[in-house]
């Protein structure tokens, strides 16, 4: 008999869907269905834990803004 399972409907630029499918890779805990470019269906009982995973993501790999030297 089929099983069903809550999801959340996620619609974010592919740069930061690349990100959440890299997440998802390690033990495909948050990802249900992958639906276009744009577009990921998502187990809502993982949702808040995904958003934190991203988060911490973003802000590894979100570069400082340089210091201007002329003030």
Known sequence: MPKAIKGVLVECDPSI?????KIDQERHD??????????????????????????????NTQQLPEESGSE
């Open 17 to 21: 869907k690349a990100i959440i499918l």
């Open 30 to 59: 948050y990802i249900i269905e992958d639906l276009d470019d744009q577009t990921l269906v998502v187990k809502e009982s993982m949702l808040a834990s995904l958003k934190l995973r991203l988060d911490e993501e973003l802000a």
